[in-house]
């Protein structure tokens, strides 16, 4: 494991006055964390995306807060000193202040969070103003806002009319003066997450598939390696095809049993003649 001090709020801001960029990627289990950490990945998100990439739902909506608190356990056991922010699952914050306190609050004492985020504008800033009161610090999330699909007309690239980006760029002015700390911008175009950097006084401002000028930027972890099969989005870079080696080793693993090479001789464990002479003789 590194040495790495604690990411705080502080760390993150340093590096936003330094012009230093910021990594963030998804994450939901202890062992990914764990290479994460040594990685040096500077956040963590356990996004409500692993209704989709972990739990094999076609959507977000689904997430409930038991499957995200397990889940962001799960992440802080691995990576202890990153910056871990939990994502608020759909209706865990909507319908009153007292819910998104209570909720956001699992996740800082049941999970060990940094954070929470939630997503939407100017609609949703009591639930902000309430999360804040509670001690608690806030990532809001603009742009492709996964819970509000089906109103945004599918997974598509928000803010290409003059009227639209003019209201992501109000809201997240909004979403600033309430007190986030950061503001997430997903599938945005490039010049207008620039505006909206431009405008950040003091806000750390992230990109995802929105282009390069932010103060740092995130990734679906399994759109990074190939690990979600079912769509592969075009803003994510792929590093490497993980999930193709996957399966080239599970269809390999396969043949192997079908064919009886394996197990070979170096993947099992023996008995001396004797205890085995010995143990026929009990049985009589």
């Given at each position: 494991?590194?040495?790495?001090?604690?990411?705080?709020?502080n760390t993150?801001f340093?590096?936003?006055?330094?012009?230093?960029?910021?990594?963030?990627?998804?994450c939901?289990?202890?062992?990914?964390?764990?290479?994460?950490e040594e990685?040096?990945?500077?956040?963590?998100?356990?996004?409500?995306?692993?209704?989709?990439?972990?739990?094999g739902?076609?959507?977000?909506l689904?997430?409930?807060?038991?499957d995200?608190?397990?889940?962001?356990q799960?992440v802080?056991?691995?990576?202890?000193?990153?910056f871990?922010?939990g994502?608020?699952p759909?209706?865990?914050?909507?319908?009153s202040?007292?819910?998104?306190?209570r909720?956001?609050?699992?996740f800082?004492?049941?999970?060990g969070?940094?954070?929470?985020?939630?997503?939407?504008?100017?609609?949703i800033?009591?639930?902000i103003?309430a999360?804040l009161?509670a001690g608690?610090?806030?990532?809001?999330?603009l742009?492709l806002?996964?819970?509000?699909v089906?109103a945004?007309?599918?997974?598509?690239?928000?803010g290409k009319?003059a009227?639209?980006?003019?209201?992501?760029?109000?809201d997240?002015?909004?979403?600033?003066e309430?007190g986030?700390?950061?503001?997430?911008?997903?599938l945005?175009p490039?010049?207008?997450?620039?505006?909206i950097?431009d405008?950040?006084?003091?806000?750390?401002?992230m990109?995802l598939?929105?282009?390069?000028?932010?103060?740092g930027?995130?990734?679906?972890?399994h759109?990074?390696?190939g690990l979600?099969?079912k769509f592969?989005?075009?803003?994510?870079?792929?590093?490497?095809?993980?999930?193709?080696?996957?399966?080239?080793?599970?269809?390999?693993y396969?043949?192997?049993v079908?064919?009886?090479?394996f197990?070979s001789k170096?993947?099992?464990?023996?008995?001396?003649d004797?205890?085995f002479d010995?143990?026929?003789?009990?049985?009589?």
């Amino acid at each position: 494991m590194s040495e790495r001090k604690k990411i705080t709020l502080n760390t993150l801001f340093k590096k936003r006055s330094k012009g230093i960029p910021i990594s963030w990627l998804t994450c939901y289990d202890s062992p990914t964390a764990y290479f994460q950490e040594e990685a040096g990945i500077d956040m963590i998100l356990v996004g409500d995306s692993l209704g989709m990439t972990m739990l094999g739902y076609d959507s977000t909506l689904p997430v409930t807060m038991e499957d995200m608190i397990r889940h962001t356990q799960a992440v802080r056991r691995g990576a202890p000193t990153a910056f871990l922010i939990g994502d608020m699952p759909y209706m865990s914050y909507q319908a009153s202040n007292e819910d998104a306190i209570r909720n956001a609050g699992r996740f800082m004492a049941e999970a060990g969070c940094d954070a929470i985020k939630l997503e939407g504008g100017k609609e949703i800033v009591e639930r902000i103003k309430a999360v804040l009161s509670a001690g608690i610090p806030v990532c809001g999330h603009l742009g492709l806002t996964p819970q509000s699909v089906s109103a945004l007309g599918g997974f598509r690239l928000q803010g290409k009319g003059a009227g639209a980006a003019k209201k992501i760029a109000e809201d997240a002015k909004i979403l600033e003066e309430a007190g986030a700390f950061c503001i997430l911008l997903e599938l945005i175009p490039d010049r207008l997450c620039k505006l909206i950097m431009d405008r950040s006084e003091d806000t750390i401002i992230m990109g995802l598939g929105s282009g390069p000028d932010a103060d740092g930027q995130l990734l679906i972890y399994h759109d990074m390696f190939g690990l979600y099969p079912k769509f592969t989005p075009s803003m994510a870079k792929q590093f490497a095809d993980v999930g193709g080696m996957i399966l080239g080793g599970l269809k390999e693993y396969a043949s192997e049993v079908e064919n009886r090479t394996f197990p070979s001789k170096e993947n099992w464990f023996g008995m001396k003649d004797s205890e085995f002479d010995e143990l026929l003789k009990t049985l009589g």
